[in-house]
């Protein structure tokens, strides 16, 4: 996502300036940061007009081991903290912080329509969404405009979720997760590359933004519309035990949870979608390579 992203702003004429962990690096238009040394060189943040912040620990690509929890976390809140107050200290401060988070804020809610002023849930990834967001103070109290972007699902034809689900119902052993009726609330790359732009270019946004389509659907459709469009049925779901015997609490939180989550700070402030529905997005992404 953050190569797409980059791609884009520097396609629109934007000058990109990278954060990298690398200790070394001869490139001008590199700033370097340090976890563990809780470090930024700050003098490459002076005069930027913003800082987007998206890194974070995978959290499905492994069984949650309390090691592994503690990086999901630290990767996120640590890192969001440690910018947020470089930002704040810096002479010429950035004029917005964009910061990842997560529709996981919201935890799992059933039929429950949820909108940016919808209640904190409960969960591991609950309270590192929380924390997450909250780590963005020190730039808020600076008075630079943050705006915490809570990501759904986001499809893309070049990798991630998608690209996981297509295998199984390819080879025929694909099918709903659980029930299927917990609801699954999805993006396209494509837009949200279009809701960063629209978000830097809309200084009166701020704050939690949920970066979803207007058309969360339940996951037992999802596979449906999937199987649909590579040809293949979906005829064997998976049952919560086997998910929960191979991913433990991760499938509770991710697989089995669901999150009817609406855009509603986007579509106030005016912001198109591009791919509403997700029969044609699906299409788009398998048949024709979105």
């Not at 890192?79 to 964009?98: D, G, N």
């Not at 849930?121 to 929380?130: I, M, N, T």
Request: overall charge positive; proline content about 5%.
């Amino acid at each position: 996502m953050g190569d797409s992203i980059r791609n884009s702003l520097r396609g629109e004429g934007h000058d990109i300036i990278r954060m990298i962990r690398r200790r070394r690096s001869d490139r001008a238009r590199v700033v370097r940061y340090s976890l563990p040394e809780n470090y930024i060189d700050k003098s490459k943040l002076e005069g930027t007009h913003a800082v987007i912040h998206l890194a974070g620990e995978p959290i499905a690509n492994e069984k949650w081991t309390r090691k592994k929890m503690r990086a999901i976390r630290d990767s996120r809140v640590l890192s969001t903290r440690l910018i947020s107050e470089t930002c704040a200290e810096v002479k010429l401060r950035p004029r917005v912080l964009l910061c990842a988070s997560a529709i996981g804020y919201y935890g799992d809610r059933g039929d429950e329509f949820l909108d940016e002023s919808s209640t904190a849930g409960e969960g591991f990834l609950s309270e590192v969404c929380q924390e997450w967001e909250a780590a963005t103070q020190p730039a808020v109290d600076a008075g630079i405009r943050v705006v915490n972007m809570r990501f759904g699902v986001i499809l893309s034809a070049g990798g991630g979720a998608l690209q996981k689900m297509i295998p199984p119902i390819k080879s025929g052993l694909g099918g709903r997760l659980g029930s299927g009726r917990q609801y699954m609330s999805w993006i396209t790359l494509a837009d949200v590359i279009r809701g960063v732009s629209f978000l830097l270019q809309h200084p009166t946004i701020h704050g939690p933004v949920n970066m979803v389509s207007q058309d969360p659907v339940t996951n037992g459709d999802f596979t449906k519309v999937l199987a649909g469009a590579l040809g293949r049925p979906a005829l064997l779901p998976v049952p919560p035990f086997v998910l929960r015997m191979m991913l433990g609490d991760l499938a509770d939180e991710t697989l089995l949870a669901s999150q009817q989550v609406v855009p509603k700070a986007l579509i106030d402030a005016g912001f198109q979608f591009r791919h509403k529905d997700i029969v044609r997005a699906i299409d788009l992404l398998v048949n024709h390579n979105l």
